[in-house]
T-cell receptor, first 116, second 113 residues
Framework: DGGITQSPKYLFRKEGQNVTLSCEQNLNHDAMYWYRQDPGQGLRLIYYSQIVNDFQKGDIAEGYSVSREKKESFPLTVTSAQKNPTAFYLC???????????????FGPGTRLLVL | AQSVAQPEDQVNVAEGNPLTVKCTYSVSGNPYLFWYVQYPNRGLQFLLKYITGDNLVKGSYGFEAEFNKSQTSFHLKKPSALVSDSALYFCAVSPTGNTPLVFGKGTRLSVIA
């Protein structure tokens, strides 16, 4: 988990409320990712960003939004449009390989979001 | 579209015995393959990856994986299991460099003393 921090560890959301999950990395990585983990479903990609001020939707982007104003930060907002937000959210980062390789993604410790 | 299958939800093995966690993939082109491990309420930890070269890849904590192109498999192995290896294991694939990984659904490994 070293180098990537996520906060808070637990987050409670009320109906109709937007909440923001923090992800910060000090690894100087270009790319950052958000995944959602549900029991028995593995990890599903929400959004990713390969450069500051640019990001792409993943497989399950509906009801979520992100920003990438700084290289080290990639916050995720869970909006009220996300009707089933209870899950474990994982942030990851990786360096962009200028050759043909695939750089390893490193993960933060996760945030567990619960609905009140 | 690329995909990863981990055919076993749960694998049980006795401590000291060899273990295998299976992974098969479907991707066009040459795949980039990864194994991660997750302990309860923690993030994923990188174990090993295959990019090119030797089909047998060695990683952290004594784990290794064998890439088999003809069978499109990348099974994770360890010669002698420890109780501390009990965790959730994920296989992941990327079809090209610098694209997001696609993860399998995970296999829960239980090592019994």
């Amino acid at each position: 988990d070293g180098g990537i921090t996520q906060s808070p560890k637990y987050l409670f959301r009320k109906e109709g409320q937007n909440v923001t999950l923090s992800c910060e990395q000090n690894l100087n990585h270009d790319a950052m990712y958000w995944y959602r983990q549900d029991p028995g479903q593995g990890l599903r990609l929400i959004y990713y960003s390969q450069i500051v001020n640019d990001f792409q939707k993943g497989d399950i982007a509906e009801g979520y939004s992100v920003s990438r104003e700084k290289k080290e930060s990639f916050p995720l907002t869970v909006t009220s449009a996300q009707k089933n937000p209870t899950a474990f959210y994982l942030c990851a980062s990786s360096q962009i390989d200028k050759g043909q390789g695939q750089e390893t993604q490193y993960f933060g410790p996760g945030t567990r979001l619960l609905v009140l | 579209a690329q995909s990863v299958a981990q055919p076993e939800d749960q694998v049980n093995v006795a401590e000291g015995n060899p273990l295998t966690v299976k992974c098969t993939y479907s991707v066009s082109g040459n795949p980039y393959l990864f194994w991660y491990v997750q302990y309860p309420n923690r993030g994923l930890q990188f174990l090993l990856k295959y990019i090119t070269g030797d089909n047998l890849v060695k990683g952290s904590y004594g784990f290794e994986a064998e890439f088999n192109k003809s069978q499109t498999s990348f099974h994770l192995k360890k010669p002698s299991a420890l109780v501390s290896d009990s965790a959730l294991y994920f296989c992941a694939v990327s079809p090209t460099g610098n694209t997001p990984l696609v993860f399998g659904k995970g296999t829960r490994l239980s090592v019994i003393a």
